[in-house]
């Protein structure tokens, strides 16, 4: 008997399913969800190959192939200005809203860049979201911050439901605004965010309680100052509101 194909899964279906050229030159292309969600995973929200193959319960080699095919699609339809449907597809949906979580999900946020934990929590452009559920990782997702400053932050956490916050350099006042929204703080952590991850599940996360971080310029980060993890911090301004 034939092996039976593993569904790829995806978090929800695409807001849009067709897009038109404004002149229409042939046959449309069809991606499919799986192919979008690829794209999605990857080039929107910043995965990695290995974690969009974690994502979607496949192999990484399945990922390669899938991705390379999107993108030639993706370019077929730019330089052939030929229409785009997103239909069809072996998937299956995971059946979370990845903007809400159940009650037996622990969320955790991880200030994230390149796979790592981003050490300035202040200027975190994304957060990488991981749903736990009976202590292993469900389903990830990231977030965007579109530039949201230090107080916003906090607010984009509790909005979406984080129990956890696990970054690398934090200031007082972002600190309290975290406290006050009911997150737990794991700061000075320096490690891939999916180890770290790890290491919290399993108990023995490197962190620092007393994490801080000091700079001379609210706005960058200069040299001679340090940010998170168990360095030296000089006298100079929160990195948190004022």
Do not use: W
């Amino acid at each position: 008997m034939p092996r039976p194909v593993k569904h790829r899964r995806i978090c929800a279906h695409p807001r849009c399913n067709s897009f038109k050229p404004c002149q229409r030159s042939g046959n449309p292309l069809i991606m499919t969800l799986d192919e979008y969600e690829v794209i999605r995973l990857i080039d929107y929200a910043g995965f990695t190959q290995e974690d969009c193959a974690k994502q979607m319960n496949v192999a990484r080699t399945t990922i390669q192939a899938i991705y390379a095919n999107a993108r030639k699609i993706l370019a077929s339809c730019i330089v052939e200005s030929r229409p785009l449907k997103i239909e069809g597809g072996n998937v299956e949906v995971c059946g979370k809203d990845c903007g809400k979580k159940g009650d037996n999900i622990m969320r955790i946020a991880v200030a994230y860049e390149d796979g790592k934990v981003f050490q300035h929590f202040g200027h975190t452009e994304q957060f990488k979201l991981y749903d736990v559920e009976d202590g292993k990782v469900q389903v990830m997702t990231t977030v965007n911050t579109n530039g949201s400053g230090h107080g916003a932050l906090a607010d984009i956490l509790k909005k979406c439901s984080v129990d956890v916050l696990i970054c690398g350099g934090i200031g007082d006042g972002a600190k309290r605004a975290l406290a006050e929204a009911g997150i737990e703080l794991y700061g000075g952590v320096t490690a891939d965010a999916d180890q770290a991850v790890a290491d919290f599940l399993a108990g023995n996360l490197s962190f620092n309680p007393d994490v801080a971080c000091s700079h001379h310029d609210e706005n960058h980060h200069g040299e001679g100052h340090s940010c998170g993890g168990h360095g030296h911090h000089g006298e100079g301004h929160s990195c948190s509101n004022h």
